[in-house]
């Protein structure tokens, strides 16, 4: 893997870990209590979004073994671009459901890199 394709990996893994420290031990009322929270936590899946899009184009097959990979770049360009309609319980579905997912997947993908 190259090394490019290796920093968008550590941008996804650093940005789904914050995600996690941000939303660790809070509910979805305290995340739509807190305007810092849900800018902090869209801000993140931005990120993640754009590092999974920029490596599409330079590792195909990486981003094809990331499950929901294409639903997570439209789910940025979401944010991004359809900031107005952003329905706040959809995110919050996805940290609680989805981010889990997507970080074991971002480490194991990294670590069996670093075991070649």
Same mark, same amino acid.
């Given at each position: 893997m190259r090394l490019e394709a290796k920093k968008?990996?550590?941008? &996804?893994r650093q940005a789904a870990e914050l995600l996690q420290q941000f939303t660790r031990g809070k509910t979805f009322h305290n995340y739509i209590a807190?305007?810092?929270?849900? *800018?902090?936590?869209?801000?993140?899946f931005e990120i993640i979004?754009?590092?999974l899009?920029?490596? *599409?184009?330079?590792?195909?097959l990486v981003v094809? *073994? &990331?499950?929901? *990979?294409?639903? &997570? &770049?439209?789910?940025?360009?979401m944010l991004i671009h359809g900031y107005n309609a952003i329905d706040?319980?959809?995110?919050?579905d996805?940290?609680?459901t989805k981010l889990p997912a997507l970080a074991r997947e971002v480490e194991a993908?990294?670590?069996n890199e670093s075991d070649t």
């Amino acid at each position: 893997m190259r090394l490019e394709a290796k920093k968008y990996l550590e941008d &996804i893994r650093q940005a789904a870990e914050l995600l996690q420290q941000f939303t660790r031990g809070k509910t979805f009322h305290n995340y739509i209590a807190d305007p810092l929270l849900r *800018s902090g936590v869209e801000r993140k899946f931005e990120i993640i979004g754009e590092a999974l899009n920029k490596l *599409s184009r330079i590792a195909p097959l990486v981003v094809e *073994s &990331i499950t929901e *990979s294409r639903r &997570i &770049i439209a789910f940025r360009n979401m944010l991004i671009h359809g900031y107005n309609a952003i329905d706040d319980k959809v995110v919050w579905d996805i940290v609680e459901t989805k981010l889990p997912a997507l970080a074991r997947e971002v480490e194991a993908l990294l670590a069996n890199e670093s075991d070649t």
